[in-house]
């Protein structure tokens, strides 16, 4: 790929070369914007990295030249520039830039950018190339519909001709353009008027209100007084809603063959019912298949919830009763520390005393017993013990808390029957997760949080958290020794975005558009279900939200999930499903 960098600053010229060289592309350079334009007229790069202040022509004024040429090849164009302001990234944008980057920058984030460019103009050939192909293969079906010797032509419910090859022009007075959208009575040629003008609206209405496709014999008498037979076959045009939107007629001369030919036709409307019902009940195979899948996703996620809310009782209730003495216990002995305090406190005021005494006062022993007292303190440095023991008595006191929280996140987060909806904090959802799976992560990654500050939802909390579990646990599974898992909230427009970001070892391409499917799953035999992706998809598309990956081979991977923020409108449907799926889990 070509990449041209125009710069006028022969330093930051040098060092974007030797960036972008590193990435196997093809460099070219510039100093002005007129050799750069000259330069991207010969040279068609793809990706155009300028500076906006240049020597005779501006940057901005280049990225207008390049939008106004007439290239068949998209060029993506970052813009640099010193301004900072709002309305100059506006300026750049509205000249044609895809980016906008201000100095001073890293040549990382620039190297991003540059990826970002490369991952457009990527898809961006693949549209092209996808719009060529369909292009071609209208071309060819255009080339084999009108090569048909039968006579075809497609009507709306108004008898309005909506398509038509060059077989029925023949019995059309005027050409394509004449006809199509016009009544097909009106333009009909007069040996045929009478089956346009009236059979053909009873056989369109019959299409468009029964869908079911229909064969009719229709015989009239040309000028020459000999009678002609055609077979007008109407096959209505049905969408993925079972919506009837054109009906076909194919009309075919059986004059000279209908005796030979009667037997076949009835064999063939046999066919086509046959073949009719099969497709009907392949569709339905294929729905009661997705529907057995489905179940048994829904039927292993409630076992496992309802195992995982089993347990997080029983560890409850273990854990929270010696818990509870402990930490009783400890607040008992952080107050006989503060009264043991105030009594060495008030011993040492009465040594202080005893020491201020003129000599001979008190009787030698006493005196000893001071200075071993002294002695002792210093020793032992009762000053530093009296402070440490408070320390770690409140030490002691936040680990018996820390246990309290992980104890509740656990039996918050598995409890299926408490699961409804109702107002979700995401972020305090995403904590709780992380409590729940930190043994998980802690060997594997460090934990970056970036946790917007983002508006209530309403939605599933469980099922929510059940999302970010399954989303931390892969990504811990997919970093080999240790690396990093970022999470990062925002609200955008009407919507709370959630990206949770791994460096571990990424999904192929050829894995990833099968990420969500029910059972797929890329480790060994015995390690995986398989399921928890689809669990993850279907409950985000439950909230009306949207979910999706990001990810390359060897840097890691992003999972994006999006969900409105206002309530969900539940439909009957929705809220039969959660209330099976609660009575499941329980």
């Not at 060529?132 to 108004?158: G, N, P």
């Not at 016009?182 to 040629?189: E, G, L, Q, S, T």
């Not at 408070?390 to 409890?415: N, P, Q, S, W, Y």
């Not at 975005?497 to 480790?523: A, L, V, Y």
Request: aromatic share 6%; charged share 30%; hydrophobic share 40%.
């Amino acid at each position: 790929m070509k990449v041209m960098i125009v710069e006028d600053d022969p330093v930051s010229l040098t060092l974007l070369e030797k960036m972008i060289q590193k990435t196997d592309a093809m460099v070219i350079t510039a100093s002005n914007g007129v050799t750069a334009w000259e330069a991207f007229n010969k040279e068609r790069p793809r990706i155009v990295v300028s500076d906006w202040m240049l020597p005779e022509l501006s940057g901005i004024e280049l990225c207008r030249k390049i939008r106004e040429s007439q290239t068949t090849a998209y060029t993506y164009i970052i813009i640099m520039t010193a301004k900072d302001r709002k309305e100059d990234a506006l300026t750049a944008f509205d000249a044609g830039a895809d980016d906008f980057v201000p100095k001073p920058y890293q040549l990382r984030e620039l190297q991003a950018r540059m990826h970002t460019g490369w991952r457009i103009i990527d898809l961006e050939d693949k549209h092209q190339a996808l719009q060529q192909t369909l292009i071609d293969s209208r071309a060819k079906f255009r080339t084999i519909f009108d090569a048909l010797h039968e006579e075809i032509i497609s009507v709306d419910r108004d008898i309005n001709l909506t398509s038509i090859n060059k077989a029925a022009s023949t019995v059309m007075q005027g050409d394509y353009s004449d006809v199509i959208g016009r009544p097909c009575c009106r333009v009909a040629d007069p040996a045929e008027a009478s089956f346009y003008e009236h059979t053909i609206r009873e056989m369109v209405e019959k299409g468009f209100d029964t869908g079911r496709a229909a064969v009719y014999l229709d015989r009239f008498g040309k000028d020459d007084g000999k009678e002609t037979i055609k077979e007008r076959t109407v096959v209505p045009v049905i969408d993925e809603q079972g919506r009837v939107q054109t009906v076909t007629i194919v009309s075919r001369d059986i004059t000279e063959a209908h005796q030979r030919n009667e037997e076949i036709q009835g064999l063939n409307h046999k066919l086509k019912k046959i073949s009719s019902e099969l497709i009907r009940k392949n569709l339905k195979l294929e729905s009661t298949l997705k529907n057995l899948e489905r179940t048994q996703a829904q039927m292993v996620q409630s076992e496992k919830m309802a195992s995982i809310g089993q347990l997080a009782a029983g560890v409850a209730h273990e854990i929270n009763n010696p818990t509870g003495f402990v930490s009783s216990n400890l607040k008992t002995l952080g107050d006989y520390q503060k009264d043991m305090n105030r009594l060495i406190g008030d011993y040492q005021k009465l040594r202080s005393e005893l020491k201020g005494l003129p000599d001979g006062l008190l009787p030698a022993t006493v005196v000893d017993l001071i200075a071993q007292v002294d002695a002792t303190e210093e020793d032992v440095d009762i000053a530093y013990i009296q402070e440490d023991v408070g320390d770690l008595i409140g030490d002691c006191r936040e680990g018996t808390e820390r246990i309290k929280r992980i104890v509740e996140d656990l039996k918050h987060f598995a409890h299926p029957g408490e699961d409804r909806m109702k107002e979700t904090d995401i972020n305090a959802g995403i904590e709780s997760t992380l409590n729940v799976v930190n043994n998980e992560l802690k060997y594997k990654a460090t934990i970056v949080k970036e946790l917007g500050d983002i508006p209530i939802i309403h939605g599933y909390p469980q099922q929510l958290n059940q999302v970010f579990m399954n989303i931390l646990v892969n990504a811990a599974h997919a970093i080999e020794k240790s690396g990093e898992i970022k999470i990062v909230t925002a609200s955008i427009d009407d919507k709370v975005e959630i990206r949770i970001s791994d460096t571990g070892c990424g999904i192929s391409e050829e894995n990833i558009t099968k990420i969500f499917d029910p059972f797929f799953t890329t480790k060994d035999v015995g390690k995986g279900t398989g399921l928890g992706m689809n669990i993850a998809y279907n409950i985000i598309a439950k909230h009306k939200g949207h979910i999706h990956v990001e990810s390359k081979v060897g840097e890691g991977t992003t999972f994006i999930v999006q969900l409105p923020v206002g309530a969900l409108q539940e439909t009957a449907d929705a809220a039969s499903e959660g209330k099976a799926f609660m009575a499941q889990a329980t």
